[in-house]
């Protein structure tokens, strides 16, 4: 799949494409509703399908001192795009240039003269351009004059409500991983390099594969059944894991610890992917690694029935 920069002049092959325009950082049901249009739309007029995102998200430029909140990184939505049956992904690098575009900029400059599309697709909900002086009106105004149409989706309902990112990321805070899964049509996961710890997981029976969190959302604090996934070779693990601070060991360091079960091979320096399926218990500060490593056989069994069902 094409990765494009929206910096560079739209390669010819690409140029005259339909673009779903939005973040689409989780790319969840009503994202996928979107992207799905724009997709179907291009296959209907034998042109390429592209599905954007902003990098860094806008957030970051505005409240640079904003907790963590992503869903995914670049390379998930890479991917989750190109499963949807995207032509390339977009990403438009947010800076003070771009948020300084104005609608009109953005419209004639950017999508008609330097990328060359000829179709857009947003959700109802889609503003743009500097101070987010364009809206859907906008978007359709200017675009005419330019020779690029315009489509909407409505949101996506579930449960009475709008899918939307922001649902997806309380369920997280709550630790309602089926919720999440549901919105997401997949479980949350987050992926990163193995890196080395101070291994009290191996001397009490538990190796664990720790990892970074990042720039990603945190869940509630805990212990989860998880899947997950070695990159490099596809295997695919199951176990149980801890994401905090390990209130129990000084000095408190926040990570992702997943224990896989029935697995003793080596993944250091090795990407990936852990898929949060089933909260089970919040951290806890246990008297003795006696007592520790009790709760964590307990924390096992429960995981594996959940997986296993």
């Known amino acids: 799949m094409r990765w494009l920069d929206h910096r560079e002049r739209m390669p010819d092959s690409l140029r005259g494409a339909v673009i779903a325009l939005g973040n689409f950082d989780g790319f969840h049901l009503g994202h996928q509703a979107v992207a799905g249009e724009a997709i179907r739309w291009a296959r209907e007029g034998?042109?390429?399908?592209?599905?954007?995102?902003?990098?860094?998200?806008?957030?970051?430029?505005?409240?640079?001192?904003a907790p963590p909140f992503r869903l995914t990184t670049l390379e998930q939505r890479q991917e989750l795009y190109l499963a949807a049956g995207a032509t390339a992904m977009m990403v438009f690098h947010f800076d003070r240039d771009l948020a300084g575009t104005t609608a009109d900029g953005f419209v004639r400059h950017l999508l008609h003269d330097r990328l060359g599309v000829a179709g857009v697709?947003?959700?109802?909900?889609?503003?743009?351009?500097?101070?987010?002086?364009?809206?859907?009106?906008?978007?359709?105004?200017?675009?005419?004059?330019?020779?690029?149409?315009?489509?909407?989706?409505?949101?996506?309902?579930?449960?009475?409500?709008?899918?939307?990112?922001?649902?997806?990321?309380?369920?997280?805070?709550?630790?309602?991983?089926?919720?999440?899964?549901?919105?997401?049509?997949?479980?949350?996961?987050?992926?990163?390099?193995?890196?080395?710890?101070?291994?009290?997981?191996?001397?009490?029976?538990?190796?664990?594969?720790?990892?970074?969190?990042?720039?990603?959302?945190?869940?509630?604090?805990?212990?989860?059944?998880?899947?997950?996934?070695?990159?490099?070779?596809?295997?695919?693990?199951?176990?149980?894991?801890?994401?905090?601070?390990?209130?129990?060991?000084?000095?408190?360091?926040?990570?992702?610890?997943?224990?896989?079960?029935?697995?003793?091979?080596?993944?250091?320096?090795?990407?990936?992917?852990?898929?949060?399926?089933?909260?089970?218990?919040?951290?806890a500060k246990f008297d003795s690694l006696e007592a520790l490593q009790a709760q964590m056989a307990r924390d096992c069994d429960e995981a594996r029935r959940l997986l296993d069902g």
Do not use: W
């Open 121 to 283: 697709v947003t959700g109802e909900d889609f503003t743009f351009g500097k101070d987010r002086g364009g809206n859907l009106d906008v978007l359709r105004d200017l675009g005419a004059q330019v020779g690029i149409e315009t489509r909407t989706v409505p949101p996506v309902m579930e449960g009475g409500a709008p899918v939307s990112s922001s649902r997806i990321r309380e369920a997280l805070r709550q630790g309602d991983c089926e919720t999440a899964a549901r919105l997401l049509t997949r479980p949350f996961a987050i992926r990163g390099v193995v890196q080395h710890g101070d291994k009290v997981g191996r001397t009490i029976g538990y190796p664990t594969a720790n990892l970074p969190l990042e720039g990603y959302l945190r869940p509630r604090y805990g212990i989860y059944a998880v899947t997950g996934r070695v990159l490099a070779t596809g295997q695919e693990l199951m176990g149980a894991a801890n994401i905090g601070v390990r209130p129990t060991f000084d000095p408190p360091k926040e990570l992702l610890e997943p224990y896989f079960f029935d697995f003793s091979g080596d993944l250091y320096g090795q990407e990936i992917e852990v898929a949060f399926h089933h909260f089970l218990r919040p951290e």
């Open 46 to 65: 034998g042109r390429p399908s592209i599905v954007a995102t902003f990098d860094p998200h806008p957030v970051r430029l505005f409240r640079p001192d």
